[in-house]
């Protein structure tokens, strides 16, 4: 089979995003045997890729995302490609990787936590309401022929909502590099602690992510709270954080909590860590449940998390729903059990084999090469 020709469409990179992550593993590893094109308005460099630059002023979320879509849609017309895959919800695309999942979905467990006034701004808000249009015309959209969903989650959300496009999805993994995260990292576990002042002795438990009010900060802030002799660490950010740091303040347990910010190499916290805390109110399948799992931290996390369909309870993670304080710290509170922690921490590592970067690769080809061989009548 000769050389794919790929477009990717991604609006930006960001050190701490997931998508990013996902989509910087993937160009390293199809990079070989793929000639990789992104349509971005800023991307890190890499050797071998294509950069092709869409970058429309903007003056409100609204704007971005429309100005970015227009852009792309007018330069990638000037190249010839085998597919497009599109990582926004970008009308021209063969290929959509719903790594943000689907937002009418996101926007119901939304509402589970902000008052009935902020629901009905939720409901006129310009950016809400071109997201669940533009993601209605790209999930009917007669152009897109596959829709790769990161959890079995996701593709039975869009069967759910969309059902034109049940047939178009294919639920593929993101991988995990095993040379940077896996329980090596320990190797970090006395120097990141000295530095955060955190004793040996003190279970320390991760949370990686930004958008907090999304991924369950509050909740972990709460549970938390509520375990003695116990740390949260909490690497991101939030437009919002000194909201949440006056909720450790008011909880008063400001002294077990390191507010971290946004870390380019968050390995060494990895590998000072105990165990995962993630008690999302949405999210496809995040990277970060990956990466802890690899790094052989035992995870916790929601029922509305991608990643729940893969933790088996009690044996290398705990699953239960995103606003259940009290369940979360009942489970901080079985992994402070040494002989607990050792079993969930070897079994959390080996669950993590499943996600390698070379099975990520071949699905991804043989779902290209199975779109290339089969394709629509009326298309050269």
Known sequence: ?????????????????????????????????????????????????????????????????????????????????????????????????????????????????????????????????????????????????????????????????????????????????????NPGLEQHRGKVRSELNITQDQNVFLYVGSGFERKGLATAIKAIAKIDNAILIVIGKDRHSKKYQQLADDLQTSDKIRFLGVKKDVTPYYGCADAFVFPTLYDPFPNVVIEALASGLPVITSTKCGAAEIIEQGKDGFVCDALDTKSISDFMRQLQDPQTLVQMSAAAHEKSKIFSTEEMSFRLTKLYTKLLDTKQPGKK
């Not at 349509?39 to 890499?46: E, G, I, N, P, S």
């Not at 897109?144 to 039975?156: D, F, G, K, P, Y």
């Open 1 to 181: 089979m000769s050389t794919i020709k790929l477009a990717l469409i991604r609006q930006k990179y960001r050190p701490d995003g997931g998508a990013e992550r996902f989509l910087a593993r993937a160009i390293e590893a199809l990079k070989d045997d793929i000639e990789l094109t992104i349509f971005t308005r800023k991307w890190q460099q890499q050797d071998g890729v294509n950069i092709v630059e869409c970058n429309p002023a903007k003056w409100s979320r609204v704007s971005r995302e429309k100005g970015f879509a227009k852009e792309v849609c007018k330069k990638i017309q000037k190249h010839k490609f085998d597919l497009i895959q599109s990582h926004e919800r970008v009308p021209y695309c063969d290929v959509y990787r719903a790594g943000d999942g689907v937002h009418r979905e996101w926007l119901k467990q939304r509402d589970r936590v902000i008052s009935p006034a902020a629901r009905a701004i939720t409901k006129i808000t310009p950016f809400h309401k071109y997201a669940l249009k533009a993601e209605e015309s790209l999930y009917n959209s007669d152009q897109l022929r596959a829709i790769i969903c990161n959890s079995q989650m996701v593709a039975e959300e869009i069967k759910t909502y969309f059902p034109k496009a049940a047939d178009k999805t294919h639920v593929i993994y993101s991988g995990i590099n095993y040379s940077v995260f």
